[in-house]
């Protein structure tokens, strides 16, 4: 399964209310509603969340065990190991889970897997949950809440959640680029809309 389509294959089913929402963000003061999905429109921040992600992607990821006082060695023998370094899961490589664990975290904040038990022990598998559809805790250790494709909640332990988070303010939540940046964001993306209005009029 490519990156594209992996970001889209823990979603809600197409007949699911989640689809038929108001439409999400909030609107600038320039009039354009910006969101994490919108903001892509917006040809500099694509740009930016491209160049960001895949270069983190390409970076080698590995597991390395302490060694005391002689510092520390990989360790491809351990489980963790192919995980992080070859396939986090069935339908992604290393890669395309890094880029997209990246792209969530860079355009919402916090970026999310579940560890799956199998065959390797706790951590046979990590699965990247959107985060739209995952609820932090109220504090930290509680058990997050994420809606299932058919619109039910699950829980899920915090020991079973992987996270990745961006600045956060409150341990639990990052906070998002995206809203402290949606003036800027909505002065580009009305600059756009209004050029591509006067240009269809032969302007």
């Not at 963000?25 to 160049?51: E, I, N």
């Not at 960001?52 to 491809?76: D, F, H, N, W």
Request: charge should be negative; charged fraction near 25%.
């Amino acid at each position: 399964m490519g990156f594209i389509a992996s970001l889209f294959r823990a979603g809600p089913a197409p007949d699911n209310d989640f689809w038929y929402r108001p439409t999400a963000g909030v609107a600038s003061v320039a009039g354009v509603r910006v969101d994490a999905d919108t903001a892509l429109k917006l040809s500099a921040a694509w740009a930016c969340v491209r160049l960001i992600s895949e270069t983190i992607a390409t970076l080698p990821l590995q597991v390395y065990e302490r060694m005391g006082e002689q510092g520390k060695r990989p360790a491809p023998d351990m489980p963790l190991y192919d995980l992080l370094h070859d396939q986090p899961n069935g339908d992604q490589t290393a890669l395309e889970w890094r880029q997209q664990m990246t792209v969530h975290a860079l355009l919402r904040g916090n970026a999310y897997s579940e560890k799956i038990p199998g065959p390797l022990g706790s951590v046979s598998e990590l699965v990247p949950l959107h985060p739209d559809l995952v609820t932090p805790p109220d504090k930290i250790g509680g058990p997050y809440e994420y809606r299932e494709a058919n619109g039910q909640p699950r829980e899920i332990d915090a020991d079973r959640m992987f996270v990745l988070r961006g600045l956060t303010l409150d341990g639990q939540r990052a906070v998002s680029v995206i809203e402290y940046a949606r003036e800027r964001m909505g002065i580009g993306l009305a600059a756009e809309q209004y050029a591509g209005r006067v240009l269809s009029q032969d302007g």
